[in-house]
């Protein structure tokens, strides 16, 4: 049956909408259940590097905008998915900065505006999301940056 959102009966279209829903949800669910993860993810270092470039530039407003899990897998130094690396964020995130910065220049990051969006796909994503959100908190607050963390876009 061929779907009309100016359908005149009005349960019938909500029944539509919530069907359409569901099928949205079900798809995206199984793009993140198949979801691999990567062999290597560094945002971190990518993040303060861009953040030093805007910090070099000659523009009156400076924010950057970054879409991203947080999740660092940086094999060798430091991975959200090493239980050990895991549990190191949870008791010392002071000392996961420093693996994360080890051999970086920063710059004074006075004036940058840094926004980081996400959208947790799980619990866990969330917990370390969260976890991983402090350090970055921690970190760009000492350079004189701003930051701040928007997430969660679901109405559910």
Known sequence: EKI???NRNNFKRKLQIRQ?????????????DNQKAQQ????????VQTANKLASSHYKNKS?????????????????FNLNDMQ???ENPKMVERILIQDMQVKDLHGIHIIITHNSRSIRDDIYYHSMESVYRTFFLNHNATIEFVNNFNNN
Not at 20 to 32: A, G, P, V
Not at 40 to 47: E, G, H, K, L, P
């Open 40 to 47: 290597q993810s560094i945002v971190f270092y990518q993040v």
């Open 64 to 80: 950057l905008i970054v879409a991203s899990d947080l999740q660092e897998n940086q094999p060798g130094r430091f991975s959200c």
């Open 20 to 32: 359409l829903s569901q099928r949205l949800d079900s798809t995206i669910k199984i793009y993140f």
């Open 88 to 90: 190191l964020l949870k």
């Open 4 to 6: 009309s959102w100016l």
